[in-house]
């Protein structure tokens, strides 16, 4: 982990860089899958399966007597878990569901705004080197309380974590299928796989690539993903071990996440980095929270009010306040995916079942974009109804406007109705 103590403006421009991946380089493999996908469906899908994983496909629906079994080889005590942080997660994003009143502008014009579910969307869960089955819980309960009637979800992973996950949410349609070729499924539709709207979900480099590839083709994605990140914010009452455990839980993510501490305290910061180094080799991930560690930052900053500086500019997916006054200096907090309050609030309970979405902007993103919320699987549509006494208060302002931008079939459009 880098070190930097009392950094100038140089070395902050350094801390808050993320690492950087050869996206060209991605997205020229990724381009040929999603072509290949689009022109030959369920075939390229086969192909694929064969080439990248060595496995023969000729079905890649998931059946429900396959989820029905799976769930029944369930560990007891990890069903109750899922059941737990499911209530959870559903109750804080049922408040999320709210029907706004119409508002008379004006006498006899009346406006107002529906939300409407998206009618299909897609979740992708990844298989690689975690099944994160949770992820299935943070995007299937949006997508069942906005009321979406066909929710897809493509995996490659068979855990029956997932399956469970699924069942509970109501998913519709399960397909064992990964990478870009899933993305790509789900984007353009197959003979076994529907088209879908919207894409949801994490991945690797080469699916975040496709997800962002298929924009181009009308589909919305949830939001421009990178790797996982965490920033803690500490002074002198943080626990060191606290905290290494909190940088490590997002290190172990993978090779490419970032962690950053950004403390008031030369010897927080000596603590911490002594803790890491000793927490690290104690995780069966070591390897990876390494790589995550070797691009890593260890900060000393003279003051809370350059540590939160710091902290808005780099725009965390994830923000610990780790300080004696953390509510304070919440509504300082101007950029974070998602902020963790105090010294028992680690950023793992966030992942799993405090009740928040763990789906978050990364890579910067945090300064213009929110998490996955309810709002994310609806549309809102707005609503208009004018009245003739409504058209008499509002049409000469409009035909107003409408010629002073030259168009006059718009002007046209009020004056005869009041002429009428």
Known sequence: MEI?????????????????????????????????????????LRRFALEFDNVMMDDFSVSKETVE????????????????????????????????????????????????????????????????FSTVLMLGIPAQLAGCKEVVLCSPASHPAIYYCAQKCGVTKIFKVGGAQAIAAMAFGTESIPQVSKIFGPGNQFVTAAKQAV??????????????????????????????ADLLSQAEHGVD????????????????????ELQVSLLPRKDMADGALSHSRLVVVKDKEEAMSLSNRYAPEHLILAISDPLEWADKVLNAGSVFLGHYTPESCGDYASGTNHTLPTNGFAKAYSGVSVDSFVKKITFQEISREGLENIGPHVMQMAKAEALEAHSFAVQVRLEA
């Open 69 to 132: 079994e799976a769930i029944q080889n369930l560990d007891p005590a990890l069903k109750n878990a899922i059941d737990y942080a499911y209530e959870n997660i559903k109750k804080f994003h049922e408040v999320q569901l709210k029907v706004e009143d119409p508002v008379e502008t004006r006498p006899g014009v009346k406006c107002w705004r529906k939300s409407v579910g998206i009618e299909k969307v897609g979740i992708y869960i990844p298989g690689g080197t975690a099944p994160l």
């Open 257 to 276: 996440s970032q962690v950053v501490l950004v403390t008031t305290s030369e010897a927080i910061l000596a603590q911490v980095k002594a803790e890491v």
């Open 4 to 44: 930097f103590k009392y950094p100038n403006e140089e070395e902050i421009q350094r801390i808050i860089r993320r690492p950087v991946l050869d996206t060209a380089e991605i997205e020229k493999k990724v381009e040929p899958i999603l072509l290949a996908v689009q022109k030959e469906g369920d075939y390229a």
């Open 215 to 244: 924009t181009r083709y009308g589909i919305a994605i949830d939001m421009p993903a990178g790797p996982s990140e965490v920033a803690v914010l500490a002074d002198e009452t943080a626990n060191p071990s606290f905290i290494a």
